[in-house]
């Protein structure tokens, strides 16, 4: 049973530059969410995924957005990156329903960006 | 809004020590309260939840039970080893959340032999 999978495993950009990162979720999940893990800090919810479209969203900047298609696999997109985007991008896939059990999330682990 | 306010590392200890990793909240209604771990360059792995007050979450030795009148939900250990070592996460799921996660900063931990 595969687990949540990330790629790529690491990437460098420079300032200016877009970038894709993508996310298989865990067999049998139907929910992707997105969270960025600056060096030394928790990781901070980004948004979420479910039906293809966005269902939720933390407290980020339009320069980020996303995409989830129908085999539940998501990209999240940043434009005009910047120093500060630098971080670890961590995808987790859960099951949405109306139990708190299916909610749990599970962690990739990650796509580590540095931005030069 | 909700947070989550975990100790400040990092956390040195001897193998067979007893372990204790503070975490309070703060959130309306009852949210559901969990530990992750997080490996030298891994990933985040469920440690343990919690979904109401006075669950007890276990997993490899580890415990935390979820107290609503303080609310906490402290990590602990009764003798960590060395594979121990590792940054641990505090974290909830709040009400209309739909899962998603506020996290605490994260203790690191290191266990000397």
């Known amino acids: 049973d595969a687990g949540v999978t990330q790629s790529p495993t690491h990437l460098i950009k420079t300032r200016g530059q877009q970038v894709t990162l993508r996310c298989s979720p865990k067999?049998?999940?139907?929910?992707v969410s997105w969270y960025q893990q600056a060096l030394g800090q928790g990781p901070q919810f980004i948004f979420q995924?479910?039906?293809?479209?966005?269902?939720q969203r933390g407290n980020f900047p339009d320069r980020f957005s996303g995409h989830q298609f129908p085999n539940y696999s998501s990209e999240l997109n940043v434009n005009a990156l910047l120093l500060g985007d630098s971080a670890l991008y961590l995808c987790?896939?859960?099951?949405?329903?109306?139990?708190?059990?299916?909610?749990?999330?599970?962690f990739g682990a990650g796509t580590r960006l540095s931005v030069l | 809004g909700d947070s989550v306010t975990q100790m400040e590392g990092p956390v040195t200890l001897s193998e067979e020590a007893f372990l204790t990793i503070n975490c309070t909240y703060t959130?309306?209604?009852?949210?559901?309260l969990f530990w992750y771990v997080q490996y030298p360059g891994e990933g985040l792995q469920l440690l343990l939840k919690a979904t109401k007050a006075d669950d007890k979450g276990s997993n490899k030795g580890f415990e935390a039970t979820y107290r609503k009148e303080t609310t906490s939900f402290h990590l602990e250990k009764g003798s960590v080893q060395v594979s121990d070592s590792a940054v641990y996460f505090c974290a909830l799921s709040g009400k209309g959340s739909q899962g998603n996660l506020i996290f605490g900063k994260g203790t690191k931990l290191s266990v000397k032999p």
């Open positions: 067999s049998g999940h139907d929910t």
């Open positions: 995924y479910y039906e293809e479209e966005e269902r």
């Open positions: 987790a896939s859960s099951l949405l329903g109306r139990r708190a059990a299916k909610n749990i999330q599970y």
């Open positions: 959130a309306t209604g009852y949210p559901s």
